[in-house]
């Protein structure tokens, strides 16, 4: 560790710790408000637990930071962008559906993470969050599954014996009769109808509660966007007679209180579309069948540009924090 401490931190570390740390803050926002109004006794200790972690984590990087003498993100903060007085906006089974989620996405978030460090601080850190990540998560999913809650992806029947692919009809999907959806292509297709769902419950509370006139046009947008993907998603599935997992919209409450501020509900909304992306990428790397690989590029293009818009949203109203950059050269050639 001596030897770490002449060494500064690279492009790739710092970049990790500085989202990491925004997300944090972010989500410890959302944690604080579960932990006020979830009423069941075996997930409200979750809620608790899930911000102790986020808390955790954002004390272990403020110290690498100032270490480093780096300025530490604005972010999000707890007296501004929640208010955990407003009422009730989703449900007790809508919250512990959420840490899952959020534990999903972080843990794969850590391990890129963790995979980019060098420096035994930094390597030490996101080690130690996907340590306390994966037990919780083994928490969560024995709650779920103890409750009722637990979405389990569709069973595949085992094969007599092990056999090959001889025909180059395996990877069409367009004229003529379609193969059926490989284990792979089941998954992905579960997993993403899954994440619309649950985005759709997200972004129905969101529009709900949000208080500028743009930001509510714009989660509506998304909501429905999240449906359409959800009727495409599901409609193959069906045609495979297999079944589409559970919506969520029903644990959202009548409740139009400001719980979060716009800044943070834009900033989710424009993450989670960012994330989806990625997961329709590898989906489309994965599915050897034409039709769903180039389904994806047209579902991925859409967002795409829904992302785009809300970018610019977030520009606008001063929101968007800027990340770690390179300096430009020739602006400091001007100014020399």
């Known amino acids: 560790m001596e030897k770490d401490k002449q060494v500064s931190l690279t492009s790739s570390e710092i970049t990790s710790l500085w989202a990491a740390y925004i997300n944090d803050s972010a989500i410890s926002c959302k944690f604080k408000y579960f932990i006020s109004k979830v009423e069941d006794k075996d997930i409200r200790p979750l809620a608790e637990q899930a911000f102790e972690i986020a808390q955790g984590n954002l004390k272990a990087m403020t110290e690498i930071f100032q270490r480093e003498k780096y300025p530490i993100p604005y972010g999000f903060k707890l007296d501004e962008d929640v208010n955990v007085s407003a009422p009730r906006l989703y449900s007790d089974s809508y919250v512990l559906y959420y840490l899952y989620q959020a534990a999903q996405i972080a843990l794969q978030g850590y391990s890129v993470n963790l995979g980019l460090a060098v420096r035994e601080d930094v390597y030490n850190h996101f080690n130690q969050c996907i340590s306390q990540l994966t037990s919780f998560m083994r928490k969560l999913i024995n709650l779920l599954l103890s409750k009722g809650l637990y979405i389990r992806s569709p069973y595949l029947p085992i094969p007599q014996n ?21 284990g792979t292509e089941i998954t992905n297709l579960f997993t993403n109808f899954q994440r619309n769902a649950f985005g759709v419950a997200t972004l129905t509370g969101f529009s709900q509660a949000a208080q500028s006139k743009e930001v509510v046009k714009y989660l509506i947008r998304g909501k429905e966007i ?18 589409v ?13 400001p719980v979060f ?11 989670l579309i960012a994330l989806s992306i990625g997961f329709y990428g590898t989906s489309m790397a994965v599915s050897p069948r034409k039709d769903l690989s180039l389904l994806y590029v047209r579902l991925s293009a859409e967002i795409a540009k829904y992302a785009e818009d809300g970018a610019n949203i977030l520009i606008e109203n001063g929101w968007l924090e800027q990340p770690p950059m390179a300096p430009d050269r020739d602006e400091l050639a001007k100014q020399g």
């Open 226 to 243: 999240a449906k359409k993907h959800c009727d495409i998603l599901g409609t193959i599935l069906r045609e495979d007679d297999l079944p």
């Open 261 to 271: 501020s716009d800044k943070l509900m834009m900033f989710f909304t424009t993450t």
């Open 162 to 182: 092990i056999d090959f692919v001889k025909k180059q009809s395996f990877l069409k999907g367009f004229l003529g009769e379609k193969r059926p959806l490989t």
């Open 245 to 257: 997992p559970m919506t969520w919209h029903s644990e959202v409450t009548y409740s139009t209180d």
